[in-house]
T-cell receptor
Framework: EDQVTQSPEALRLQEGESSSLNCSYTVSGLRGLFWYRQDPGKGPEFLFTLYSAGEEKEKERLKATLTKKESFLHITAPKPEDSATYLCAVQDAYSGAGSYQLTFGKGTKLSVIP | NAGVTQTPKFRVLKTGQSMTLLCAQDMNHEYMYWYRQDPGMGLRLIHYSVGEGTTAKGEVPDGYNVSRLKKQNFLLGLESAAPSQTSVYFC???????????FGPGTRLTVL
């Protein structure tokens, strides 16, 4: 059974204080690892897809990295507008019937204080 | 493009009532998914479709039915609502090639 664990559950940062969010996963065969951002009352918004260990992707103040067991979302010099819940999900290469379904973690709620 | 849209945005039902949630996408995507999101839990897959006319069960299908009569629409039905179905429901779609799922804005359902 695929499992995704995100830590910490919640993180408060001062504006400009860099940090990292962790996503550890267990999957039969990783097809892809996804990061989403979710604002209150909204649907998840796609950020990154990572496919193989060693891969990195960046977008503004965010950088996602991937190893064989975990992924990190690094936030550099965050701003209050980065406050959101960040979701991690894995796609199992062996998921049934070609569904390409995602297994999500519970998320990390990030608050950036001015 | 509107992307993925969901109607209604909010709904309150009494136990035993039925309703249908509508998901529509204008991206010509093959795959569509219904998730529920509850406090303290990750998004969980209810049902999905890999193409027009097809449906399949996800992780938590009990108490729900779905239909995909048209490629652009994916309907989620509750035949006899229960308080345990109080949740926020999200629809998502993806194309045949790329893996990214794109989500709708959600429907907040309360069952009294």
């Amino acid at each position: 059974e695929d499992q995704v664990t995100q830590s910490p559950e919640a993180l408060r940062l001062q504006e400009g204080e860099s940090s990292s969010l962790n996503c550890s996963y267990t999957v039969s065969g990783l097809r892809g690892l996804f990061w989403y951002r979710q604002d209150p009352g909204k649907g998840p918004e796609f950020l990154f897809t990572l496919y193989s260990a060693g891969e990195e992707k960046e977008k503004e103040r965010l950088k996602a990295t991937l190893t064989k067991k975990e992924s990190f979302l690094h936030i550099t010099a965050p701003k209050p507008e980065d406050s959101a819940t960040y979701l991690c999900a894995v796609q199992d290469a062996y998921s049934g019937a070609g569904s390409y379904q995602l297994t999500f973690g519970k998320g990390t709620k990030l608050s950036v204080i001015p | 493009n509107a992307g993925v849209t969901q109607t209604p945005k909010f709904r309150v039902l009494k136990t035993g009532q039925s309703m249908t949630l509508l998901c529509a996408q204008d991206m010509n995507h093959e795959y569509m998914y219904w998730y529920r999101q509850d406090p303290g839990m990750g998004l969980r897959l209810i049902h999905y479709s890999v193409g027009e006319g097809t449906t399949a069960k996800g992780e938590v299908p009990d108490g729900y039915n779905v239909s995909r009569l048209k490629k652009q629409n994916f309907l989620l039905g509750l035949e006899s609502a229960a308080p345990s179905q109080t949740s926020v429901y999200f629809c998502a779609s993806r194309d045949r090639g790329p893996d990214t799922q794109y989500f709708g804005p959600g429907t907040r359902l309360t069952v009294l």
